[in-house]
């Protein structure tokens, strides 16, 4: 789904409640995907503009989760290890999205450049995280 | 899509500040100019911020309500945060949030029992 316009957040939260619930993650589990997808998702509205949110389920041997993908062509992060410090940002925001996203999620994998945008794919696997 | 609003009642001395259960953001950043609004239209010694509602709370969501709470301050008011969900407890402390200064209440009643110690003379604790 595209994130293009502020109450696309609400839309991306919605989107994720739905499919982790639908995966068969507890209540504290969905909100932290959630949680997660509401930062990374206000990131691509703040930073790049507009973007996308992809997700799916996912299965790994006798593993089952989800994935969830954050892609915008936006500026990049150019200072991609600071930003993943807790406190760092370079707007307003409280700089907790990034290394938030990560401690909410089981996985998260970052591809980023200056000028050739960001994608961010976070996983969360069921049982993995003791909910 | 209907977006929700925040509720804003004036209970005795207490503004008791109910929020949606997934606000958009526009509708958390009505938080501060509603409550503001409503703190200088009432003679009230504070508010009740109810989150029993509320599913979700990222970093926007609570650098708002710090940033309100701090602002009824202030004005010389108080504000206690009453309800929240656990897992949305969990979340927002493994996210990082910082809500700790905050006053805070298991629900609505304990809050307004608080309020109520505090007309014994007492401040809200």
Known sequence: ??????????????????????????????????????????????????????????RSGELHGIEIRF??????????????VAGY????????????????????????????????????WLGASGS | MKSENI??????????????????????????????????QNEVRGLILDLSRVESLDSYFARTVTETARMVTLMGGETIIAGMRPPVAITATQLGLKLGALRT???VDAALTMVGETKAGKRWQ
Not at chain 1, 71 to 84: F, N
């Open chain 1, 71 to 84: 892609v915008d062509s936006g500026p990049g992060i150019v200072d991609l290890e600071a930003a993943m």
């Open chain 2, 7 to 40: 509720s804003v009642i004036k209970i005795r001395d207490v503004l008791m500040v109910t929020m949606p259960a997934d606000p958009e953001d526009e509708t958390v950043s009505g938080l501060q100019s509603q409550t503001l609004e409503a703190m200088a």
């Open chain 1, 1 to 58: 789904m595209p994130i293009c316009v502020e109450s696309d957040i609400v839309s991306a939260r919605r989107a994720v409640r739905e499919a982790a619930t639908h995966a068969g993650f507890g209540t504290t589990d969905v909100t932290r995907l959630v949680t997660a997808a509401s930062e990374l998702a206000r990131n691509i509205y703040k930073y790049a503009g507009t973007g996308n949110m992809i997700w799916r389920e996912i």
């Open chain 1, 89 to 124: 940002s370079t707007t307003d925001g409280l700089g907790m999205g990034l290394p938030g996203a990560k401690r909410l999620t089981d996985e998260m994998e970052v591809t980023t450049a200056p000028g050739k945008g960001t994608s961010i794919t976070v996983r969360k």
């Open chain 2, 105 to 107: 209440a298991l629900n």
